[in-house]
C-alpha cells in the first residue's frame, strides 16, 4: 500500500509540475506584459521553484565528457566493462591515455545513484585510470534474479577487483565511499586471506560506518532505537506491477530521501528561499546551482529489502564488523588477515551521517598491518557531502588520497 500511495502522489505531482512548468514560461514570456511590472515576476518563480521541486526524476548522467592529464585536455568516453544483475562495472576510459594506476571507486547503495559521485571522479581523474560500481535500481531488477544482501556486495566488489585486475596491473587501488566502507574493508580482509592476486593495494574510506558506537548520529540512533522488526514492518515495501521489479520486497528510495530531508530541513527550506529570490533577481546563475544539486539529491533509487535489512542488523545494532563477529557465507571475516593492503580514513569534522571516530576505528582494527601503512585524515570545517564533493574535497581531500595511492605502489 505504501508504494501504491507514493506512486499516485508522484503522478499527480508530476502533473502539477508540468502544470507550474507551462504557467512560469507563461509569466516569464516577453511578449507577455505581467512578466515586467505588478506580482508576475514574484508568482512565476514561485511557479518555477515549486515545478522544479515536484517534477519526477530518474538516473541523471555522468556526463564527464573530457579531462586534463599534464595539462592537456583530452576526451572521456564510459565503457561499461562487467554487468551484473544488481550493477555493473563502468570504467571512465581516457582517450589517448595509457597506465596510471587503476582506482575503483565504490559508490553507496543507500538510495543515490553513482552519479552522486559524479564530482570525485572528475577530480580522480587526471590522475588515475577512473572504474566505478554503478548499482541498479532494485526495483528495475525482475524477480527471476534474486535477492541481493550484503554477501552480494561484498563478492560483487571482489569481483569488480579482479576483473580489473585482470586488465595490467594486479592490484589497483580502492575508494569506498560512506556505506560500503564495511563491505569493502571486508572483501579486503577475504582476499588478504586468501592472498587473492587482485587485492587492493590500498583502500581509502572516507565517512565510512566502520563502528557505529563512536560519536553516535542521529542516523545511528534511529536504528538503535527501534527492534529490527520494526523497519522489516514500516519501512519495507513491495515494488508495484508497473516495474520490472515487481513483487521484490525494497526500501524505497524515496522514504530514504525523506529522512535526509528531514533531519536538515532547515537548510533546504533556506535553500530553496535562496533560489525563489534568484530567480525574483533575475540571477539565473545562483538560481541554476541550487537546481543543478537538487537534481541530482532528488534522484533516487531502491534497495532490496535483504541488504537494507542486513545492514542495519550487522552494522548498525550489532555492530558485527567492529566485534569481530561478522561473517561472509559462514565464513568469519578476520580483520587482521589484511596484511598488505594500506589503509586511508577520511572524517568530515561536521559530518552528521558518519560522527568522528566511526571510520578512524578501521585503522585500531587493522592489527595486521604495520602502523606505516595506516593514515588518518580529519577535514576541517567539512560535513559529509563535502568530504567527496565540492571545493575542499578536490583542494583539501583529494590531493591526500593521491599522494596516499603514489606512496603505495601508484
Known amino acids: 500500500m505504501l508504494y501504491n500511495a507514493y506512486e499516485m502522489q508522484r503522478g499527480m505531482l508530476a502533473g502539477a509540475s508540468a502544470f507550474a512548468n507551462f504557467s512560469a514560461g507563461l509569466l516569464n514570456n516577453p511578449a507577455n506584459p505581467f512578466a515586467y511590472f505588478g506580482g508576475g515576476p514574484v508568482l512565476a518563480s514561485a511557479l518555477e521553484v515549486f515545478a522544479h521541486a515536484s517534477a519526477p526524476r530518474g538516473k541523471p548522467a555522468f556526463g564527464l565528457d573530457e579531462t586534463k592529464v599534464d595539462g592537456k585536455t583530452v576526451a572521456?568516453?564510459?565503457?561499461?566493462?562487467?554487468?551484473?544483475?544488481?550493477g555493473q562495472l563502468k570504467h571512465f576510459v581516457r582517450e589517448g591515455v595509457d597506465g596510471g594506476p587503476k582506482l575503483l571507486i565504490v559508490a553507496p547503495m543507500s538510495g543515490h545513484f553513482a552519479t552522486l559521485l559524479r564530482g570525485t571522479v572528475e577530480r580522480m581523474l587526471p590522475t588515475c585510470d577512473v572504474y566505478i560500481t554503478d548499482w541498479r535500481d532494485a526495483k528495475l531488477v525482475p524477480m527471476s534474479e534474486g535477492t541481493f544482501d550484503l554477501d552480494d556486495y561484498i563478492d560483487y566488489v571482489i569481483e569488480f577487483l579482479a576483473h580489473i585486475?585482470?586488465?595490467?596491473?594486479?592490484?589497483?587501488?580502492?575508494?569506498?565511499?560512506?556505506?560500503?566502507?564495511?563491505?569493502?574493508?571486508?572483501?579486503?580482509?577475504?582476499?588478504?586471506a586468501d592472498k587473492h592476486p587482485n587485492r587492493p593495494k590500498t583502500l581509502t574510506m572516507m565517512g565510512g560506518p566502520i563502528d557505529t558506537r563512536e560519536a553516535p548520529t542521529a542516523v545511528n540512533t534511529l536504528a538503535t532505537d527501534r527492534p529490527h522488526s520494526w523497519?522489516?514492518?514500516?519501512?519495507?515495501?513491495?515494488?508495484?506491477?508497473?516495474?520490472?521489479?515487481?513483487?521484490?520486497?525494497?526500501?524505497?528510495?524515496?522514504?530514504?530521501?525523506?529522512?535526509?530531508?528531514?533531519?536538515?530541513l532547515g537548510s533546504h527550506m533556506v535553500s530553496h528561499w535562496e533560489m525563489f529570490r534568484h530567480l525574483v533577481d533575475g540571477?539565473?546563475?545562483?538560481?541554476?546551482?541550487?537546481?543543478?544539486?537538487?537534481?541530482?539529491?532528488r534522484s533516487v533509487c531502491d534497495m532490496d529489502a535483504a541488504f537494507y535489512?542486513?545492514?542495519?542488523?550487522?552494522?548498525?545494532?550489532?555492530?558485527?564488523?567492529?566485534?569481530?563477529?561478522?561473517?561472509?557465507?559462514?565464513?568469519?571475516?578476520?580483520?587482521?588477515?589484511?596484511?598488505?593492503?594500506?589503509l586511508l580514513a577520511v572524517e568530515g569534522e561536521r559530518d552528521d551521517i558518519s560522527g568522528l571516530g566511526q571510520t578512524k576505528a578501521a585503522l585500531t582494527l587493522a592489527t595486521g598491518l604495520p602502523d606505516k601503512a595506516k593514515h588518518y585524515h580529519m577535514a576541517e570545517s567539512v560535513g559529509h557531502y563535502g568530504i567527496f564533493n565540492g571545493s575542499k574535497w578536490r583542494t583539501k581531500i583529494a590531493p591526500v588520497l593521491e599522494k596516499w595511492i603514489e606512496t603505495h605502489g601508484g
Do not use: W
Open 76 to 86: 572521456v568516453r564510459e565503457e561499461i566493462v562487467l554487468q551484473k544483475p544488481f
Open 165 to 192: 585486475g585482470a586488465e595490467g596491473d594486479p592490484r589497483g587501488h580502492m575508494l569506498a565511499v560512506c556505506q560500503p566502507s564495511v563491505p569493502c574493508y571486508a572483501a579486503v580482509a577475504l582476499m588478504g
Open 231 to 264: 523497519f522489516e514492518q514500516n519501512v519495507v515495501a513491495t515494488v508495484p506491477m508497473t516495474y520490472p521489479g515487481a513483487g521484490r520486497r525494497v526500501y524505497p528510495g524515496f522514504l530514504q530521501l525523506a529522512g535526509f530531508m528531514t533531519m536538515n
Open 283 to 297: 540571477d539565473g546563475e545562483s538560481a541554476d546551482a541550487t537546481k543543478e544539486f537538487y537534481d541530482e539529491y
Open 309 to 342: 535489512l542486513q545492514t542495519v542488523d550487522l552494522v548498525f545494532q550489532t555492530h558485527a564488523l567492529p566485534k569481530g563477529t561478522m561473517t561472509h557465507r559462514g565464513r568469519l571475516v578476520d580483520l587482521g588477515a589484511n596484511t598488505d593492503t594500506a
